[in-house]
């Protein structure tokens, strides 16, 4: 069972694909949560989630204060789970669900700058990929956004486009979350 750890429907379940996804821990959420509510970037930002999964992450920080979220999960059914968890939650004011290829909706520039990104593909994501999705959202962040990837703890460092820099990095046993903001030209 997975469930919201806080905030406007903290404590709420969550239903999750049946396959293909590995939803983030409960335990490692709220840590992830504690570290980006100490570094200020939840309360009204525009978040985007990247390999959605059942939407947990992208929810909680709605849950948490954000103004808009965007789940992108390009399996089907894991697309139409985000969805009933969004409206049974009652966060479709707040919550969009778009059915695309995470590194395909990268690439795209939107009209306005994120300023949370969290990225958690499957773990045997190509390295090479992950690196074209960060570049393409380095271009489309704030000021002070903040870029989390989670990845298995034997995966190496993501390689960090010219445009982020590594501002920390957690493990939670074998979760590692690093986390990235824009590099000072």
Not at 39 to 67: M, N
Not at 76 to 96: E, P, S
Not at 156 to 172: C, G, I, M, S
């Amino acid at each position: 069972m997975t469930r919201i750890v806080a905030g406007t429907v903290g404590g709420r379940t969550l239903a999750v694909p049946r396959a293909g996804t590995r939803p983030t821990s409960e335990r490692v959420r709220e840590a992830l949560f504690s570290r980006l509510e100490h570094l200020d970037v939840i309360e009204g930002a525009r978040v985007l989630d990247l390999y959605a999964g059942s939407g947990a992450l992208g929810i909680e920080a709605a849950s948490r204060g954000a103004a808009h979220v965007t789940l992108v999960e390009s399996a089907r059914d894991a697309a139409d789970v985000c969805r009933r968890n969004v409206t049974a939650l009652g966060l479709t004011g707040t919550v969009q669900v778009v059915a695309e290829k995470a590194e395909r909706f990268a690439q795209r520039a939107g009209a306005e700058p994120w300023d949370l990104v969290l990225i958690d593909p499957p773990y045997d994501l190509p390295e090479d990929d992950l690196a074209g999705v960060l570049t393409g959202v380095g271009h489309a962040l704030s000021t002070h956004a903040v870029v989390v990837v989670e990845r298995a703890s034997r995966t190496p460092e993501p390689a960090w486009p010219t445009t982020l820099v590594l501002l920390d990095r957690r493990a939670y046993g074998d979760t590692v979350m690093w986390f990235a903001e824009l590099a000072v030209p």
